[in-house]
């Protein structure tokens, strides 16, 4: 594991679920997540790829692979800030989100910022 200063990323997550897109009686439900991703490090990068772990409550995991987030490769400067909001499906009322972003530093070097696993749930009901 690099614990260079020069590269660090904090990834923040948040999560909600999606009443009008799920379908409980269908195993279906449906979760929006929104990141951010801050360049606290020295060096500017680019985020070139993406690796997710989704696991339901029944421990069925789908890994979701690709280049970039939401079509686009954002590049940080220090200290900038990116946020975009996507979403996931599961057949279960709750799971975990967990991942890495592939990072490339300006200078060429390149490193995966760990993305904290996080909670999708759907909200507590009183009765």
């Known amino acids: 594991m690099m614990q260079d200063k020069r590269y660090a990323i904090t990834v923040e997550p948040r999560a909600a679920y999606l009443a009008d897109e799920s379908d409980p009686?269908?195993?279906?439900?449906?979760?929006?997540?929104?990141?951010?991703?801050?360049?606290?490090?020295?060096?500017?990068?680019?985020?070139?790829?993406?690796?997710?772990?989704?696991?339901?409550?029944?421990?069925?995991?789908?890994?979701?692979?690709?280049?970039?987030?939401?079509?686009?490769?954002?590049?940080?400067?220090?200290?900038?800030?990116?946020?975009?909001?996507?979403?996931?499906?599961l057949s279960t009322s709750m799971g975990t989100m967990r991942g890495v972003y592939q990072m490339r530093a300006d200078d060429g070097a390149t490193f995966d910022a760990p993305i904290p696993s996080f909670t999708l749930s759907i909200p507590r009901t009183l009765h």
């Open 25 to 89: 009686d269908h195993d279906k439900y449906v979760f929006a997540y929104t990141i951010r991703i801050t360049n606290t490090g020295e060096v500017g990068v680019k985020l070139v790829g993406r690796h997710w772990i989704i696991t339901d409550a029944e421990h069925k995991i789908q890994e979701v692979k690709g280049l970039g987030v939401v079509g686009q490769q954002p590049e940080l400067k220090p200290g900038e800030s990116f946020e975009y909001t996507s979403g996931a499906s």
